[in-house]
């Protein structure tokens, strides 16, 4: 019966996870610049510890997947299963006051390990891996004429994945990941023509000219960690990885329609499409990226470490034009404590607790402005009752922070992210012997 319900329960989840892809989970103006949002490979482990994950490996008694670091998954003793679900909470301000509140939510992950030897393990799952999400408009003259510019967009890429990780020798641990990009974007750029007396001109044709691109590309990322016991109990962990840079295929179809506006503002039927172009294909230059950091841990017990990462968007480009993108670096600081992971007496001594900082000097810039983002993170783990095989936590993870600035006619961008993961350890694919 056991078996029964773990099937039924990880082919719903699987379902569902699927279907969420296709949802927006980002309302940023900033998420228009590249392919959105980009969202890290990061479960709320290490996402509630800055997101520190170079050197992350086993810190406690759980099994985790750690895919920002391939290498981790040498580690694995048991079947390993993480599920998860996220919330966005923003709120958008410039110069002149502040917007709504905006709030998304989504199915955010969906991730297996499984040990293949006692040193070496696979791991395959769905993540998300960019969201888009945008909508504002700007009023002009055009011809002696006011308009109303209005941009909007919305869509993802996800990347399915599958990798490995090995020991080689006792200290040192390799690993990669081969995964595949997929998602659609869609972008609309369209022109209201405006009455000065009536607000929108109902006698004009507006123009809407609307972009969808279908991505699909592979990617690949190499990890390594070396782990050095200093004592009985402590170990530094040194870690790295890179993704190696690659070219993704876009399809790109365009349409150009005219519409009309009624008295209240609410657009008309479509009267006709000006221009149609379906299938136009182009390549995407991803850029190469380099992560590099540590963790120091006593096991069982605490853990402290710190990534930086850097990566050369100033390559990115869409059908051999340049997107006009920054080289991009990073900074994560972070760690965990536990304070008593033997506990029966008291709950909360079993518990998690993590916190973490991280900076980021994003791919954006607009008008010689970096676009620069900040962050505070923390987090728990919470173990659930279990027994000799099967071992269960749920993992909460909230990001607090801001991107961008109100100087120079730009928007700061506020938001709180918190994810949510359920992960299970257990014996699924190994065998019971009975002697």
Known sequence: MIKIFKSIFLFTLLIVGTSATAQTTSSSPYSQFGLGDLKGALLPQTRAMGGISMGYRKPGLYDNINIANPASYSTLILTTFDVGASGD???LSNASGKGARQFNSTLSHITFGVPVSK????????????????QFKNSAVLDTNNVEYVYGGEGGVSKAYLGYGFKLGKNLSL???????????KENRSIDFLDKTTGYDLAAFNSRTQYQH?????????????????SDQTKLILGYTANTGNEINSRSDVVTTRYRRNLQGDELAVS????YFKG???KINMPLTHTAGFAFEKTNSWLIGADISYSKWSDYSEANVNGGLNDSYGVAVGGQITPDATSISNYWQLVDYRLGLKYDRTFIKISDNDIKQ???????????PSNRSSFYKINLSTEIGKRGTVKNNLVRDNYVNINLGFTLNDKWFQKTYIE
Not at 175 to 185: H, I, K, P, Q, V
Not at 217 to 226: E, I, K, P, R, T
Request: hydrophobic fraction near 40%; charged fraction near 10%; aromatic fraction near 22%.
């Open 89 to 91: 909470l923003r709120r």
């Open 119 to 134: 040193s070496s393990a696979l791991s395959f799952g769905l993540v998300p891996y960019s969201d888009l999400g945008y």
């Open 175 to 185: 690993g990669f990941n081969a995964g595949y990009l997929f998602g659609s974007l």
């Open 214 to 230: 279908s991505i699909g590309g592979f990617s690949f990322d190499l990890g390594a960690q070396y782990s050095a016991n200093l």
């Open 272 to 275: 006709d499409s000006t221009y």
């Open 280 to 282: 136009a294909k182009s």
């Open 374 to 384: 900040y962050a505070l993170t923390f987090g728990f783990g919470f173990p659930l």
